[in-house]
């Protein structure tokens, strides 16, 4: 069992596919779904929170691929290719990677999206609990929008765990900033997509990254370079991304609902064929 679960950022489709990854892995016989720390971005912030409710991972499974069981999601029309390339119009001109992330978030700022108790309905119907675990760690990472920078919200931290995991999951553009005492937040993923830092002090490490090394937003945190840190700790540490079919079944919208059954099922045989020893990094 690791110590530490890292779960990173890619859409609903990301969110299926770690499930599926995970259930894939309990299936022969490796279930790291008990981790007493759960770091999660964006999508897995959800998953972070799905694994904290207690919730069995078949029942999580199925409400990724029964459609009576899924999360009333709103459809996004984005290719994740033309949204890099805006994010780079975006960046022009910003001398520094926190000015990066303060550019986007006033991207983020003035876009036009739903509003922001709409999609808040979204996440929270995602949640078999909204409450934090008391039984575990849990971090969700997001970033301020003015300020640029990182915020990781916990059990401690005051605030409901809707809010925090529907910060972390604000993609700049596409989903409203999210309002917590009085700050306006947006995915965390703008800082990294896998923030697998936030797992330091843990003896061992695994990190579940949907979107395997990429990062759409600059990132002075590279999984790279997390990951020699963790390691430099003395942390055993594996990474694990999206193979062939499961980078068909993600396909280039990750946000589009329809990809939930085929992530999912692509997971769940990657991760019944995983072996110890596995890393992209």
Known sequence: MADALVLGGGGVAGIAWITGLLT???????????????????????????????????????????PELQSAEIMAEVDLANFGAGIADVLQGAASVADMRRAVGAYALEAETVPEAVR??????????????????????????????PQVFDGSSGVGLVDAVAASCAVPGIWPPVTIGGRRFVDGGVRSASNADYAAGAARVLVIVPMGTAELFPSERA???????????????????????????????????????PAAEAGRAQGRELRAGWSLV
């Not at 959800?46 to 694994?51: G, K, N, S």
């Open 24 to 66: 894939g892995l309990s299936d022969a016989g490796h279930d790291v779904t008990g981790a007493t720390t759960l770091v999660g971005t964006s999508a897995g912030a959800t998953v972070a929170a799905q694994l904290g409710s207690g919730l069995p991972l078949r029942e999580l499974y199925a409400r990724q691929t029964e």
């Open 120 to 149: 808040r309905r979204v996440i929270e119907s995602r949640l078999p609990s909204r409450t934090w675990p008391a039984s575990r760690t849990v971090r969700i990472v997001a970033v301020d929008a003015q300020t640029g920078r």
């Open 223 to 261: 999984l790279e370079q997390c990951v020699a840190e963790l390691r430099a700790a003395g942390a055993e540490v594996a990474v694990v991304g999206p193979d062939e079919a499961s980078v068909a079944a993600i396909g280039t919208n990750p946000l589009d609902p329809a990809t939930r059954r």
